[in-house]
């Protein structure tokens, strides 16, 4: 059983431009999340996507979107990006939307 | 606001104590809480949770209690290990429409001392 697995681990990004990052759920599992964890902090709930569509938003802009593809794999995009957008992005996935999630290592991103 | 919070930022203890880290919570309404485990460059990993509906749960080396009448839950380590150093978090989760939400508190980093 293979776990969740995030790329790329580490991204550079200049300020203004855009960024996908990706996520494979665990074998099994049918959801995903996404969270956006800056230095220090806890994980902020960013959204989660359940059978190919947005299931519940954080309080983040627009310019956070996602995708979920038939194997249950997921994409977060960042357009725009901020100089705030650097943090740990982790993806979640779990089965159903209501059980316990299975993390990836995330994937790191600094905005210069 | 909601918030899930710790009351120390930092635990050091020695090898082979136990530990106990602290959360408050402000909502009512949660009604399922999570400890995570978070090492340096890693995703969060389960520890226990437990539902409001019990007092106690116990795993392997740990033990969560909560408190509803003050919205407190903590997470007890017996034996504390080298390898339990690491960031805690308690999250606290309630149904948000269709969907379950986590909210995490700030974390609080366990040191342990050999």
């Known amino acids: 059983e293979t776990g969740v697995t995030q790329s790329p681990t580490h991204l550079i990004k200049t300020r203004g431009q855009q960024v996908t990052l990706r996520c494979s759920s665990q074998?099994?599992?049918?959801?995903v999340s996404w969270y956006q964890q800056a230095l220090g902090q806890g994980p902020q709930f960013i959204f989660q996507?359940?059978?190919?569509?947005?299931?519940g938003r954080g309080n983040f802009p627009p310019r956070f979107s996602g995708l979920q593809f038939p194997n249950y794999s997921s994409e977060l995009n960042v357009n725009a990006l901020e100089l705030d957008d650097s943090a740990l992005y982790l993806c979640?996935?779990?089965?159903?939307?209501?059980?316990?999630?299975?993390f990836g290592s995330g994937t790191r991103l600094t905005v210069v | 606001g909601e918030s899930v919070g710790l009351h120390l930022p930092t635990l050091s203890v020695q090898e082979g104590d136990n530990s106990i880290i602290n959360c408050a919570y402000s909502?009512?309404?949660?009604?399922?809480f999570i400890w995570y485990k978070q090492e340096s460059g890693k995703g969060p990993q389960f520890i226990i949770d437990i539902r409001s509906n019990m007092d106690k749960r116990q795993g392997q080396r740990v033990t969560v209690l909560l408190n509803k009448t003050v919205k407190h839950l903590s997470l007890q380590i017996a034996a504390t290990q080298p390898g339990d150093s690491a960031v805690y978090f308690c999250a606290e989760s309630r149904n948000a429409g269709n969907n379950r939400k986590l909210i995490w508190g700030l974390g609080t980093s366990l040191a342990v001392n050999p």
């Open positions: 909502n009512s309404a949660s009604d399922y």
């Open positions: 979640a996935s779990s089965l159903g939307t209501v059980s316990g999630y299975t």
């Open positions: 996507y359940y059978r190919e569509e947005e299931n």
């Open positions: 074998s099994g599992h049918n959801t």
